[in-house]
């Protein structure tokens, strides 16, 4: 069971920057895989970035084109997402995920999103 709390949403302009927070509940946070999403009005949820357990292994989603970066802080049980270079197109509704494996099946845990909006 986890319990995510995320922070640093707001209003930015285009070229600023951005770092998201996720704080996760719970003792078993190295064993998550932990994740950001985001959701634009009018569309799906569309993946942003991955990190593994250990912090050793990322994956982003090709349209972040570097601009974004995801770490984690596992003695703080938080994920972190740096953007940079915020464009208008990245505004969205920015969601924290824990991926929980385990038994064959996985769990994906949500937290509650954090508006990002970025001017032109």
């Known amino acids: 069971q986890v319990q995510l709390v995320e922070s640093g949403g707001g209003l930015v302009q285009a070229g600023g920057s951005l770092r998201l927070s996720c704080a996760a509940s719970?003792?078993?946070?190295?064993?998550?895989?932990m994740g950001w999403f985001r959701q634009a009005p009018g569309k799906g949820r569309e993946f942003v970035a991955a990190?593994?357990?250990?912090?050793?292994?990322?994956d982003y989603a090709d349209s972040m084109n570097g601009r974004f970066t995801i770490s984690r802080d596992n003695a703080k049980n938080t994920v972190y997402l740096q953007m940079n270079s915020l464009k208008p197109e990245d505004t969205a509704v920015y969601y924290c995920?824990?991926?929980?494996?385990?038994?064959?099946?996985?769990?994906?845990?949500w937290g509650q999103g954090t508006q990002v909006t970025v001017s032109s």
């Open positions: 990190i593994n357990g250990k912090g050793d292994s990322t």
């Open positions: 995920n824990a991926r929980n494996t385990g038994w064959g099946l996985t769990y994906d845990y």
């Open positions: 719970g003792r078993h946070f190295t064993s998550y895989v």
